[in-house]
């Protein structure tokens, strides 16, 4: 009997810790949820997603010179190319292939589209 009280604490501790690893997102696989608006701080690689002909999140912030990366889950190429003087454009993306593209330095807000469907818009904001 006198294992049944330690017995008793390790369950319900173990647990515990099982519920607070599966937590965590260790950034391997999984489809990212669509967001009206995502933040990207610090050394973070912020990343924007091209499915259904969406740019999710539809608006993002960044901070200068963050790099960010957009990858195309489409099964036709797109492009996400800032409005106005351009200051970013990340050319064709095929399907199934990303690119990467360094924002502003200039805080500010950049309106961006996909040239080739001009109804998929987007904002990067830069703080």
């Not at 539809?58 to 409005?83: C, E, I, K, M, Y």
């Amino acid at each position: 009997m006198p294992r049944t009280p330690r017995l008793a604490l390790t369950v319900p501790a173990l647990c515990l810790v099982a519920a607070l690893a599966g937590c965590g997102n260790s950034g391997g696989g999984g489809t990212p949820t669509a967001t009206p608006t995502a933040t990207a701080t610090g050394a973070a690689i912020a990343r924007i997603t091209i499915k259904d002909f969406t740019f999710r999140p539809a608006a993002l912030t960044v901070r200068p010179g963050a790099r960010v990366t957009v990858v195309n889950q489409d099964d036709v190429a797109h492009t996400l190319t800032a409005t106005g003087s351009k200051p970013f454009d990340t050319g064709s993306i095929a399907p199934g292939r990303s690119a990467t593209f360094t924002a502003p330095a200039k805080p500010g807000g950049y309106p961006y589209l996909c040239t080739v469907h001009p109804n998929m818009k987007g904002t990067l904001t830069v703080r």
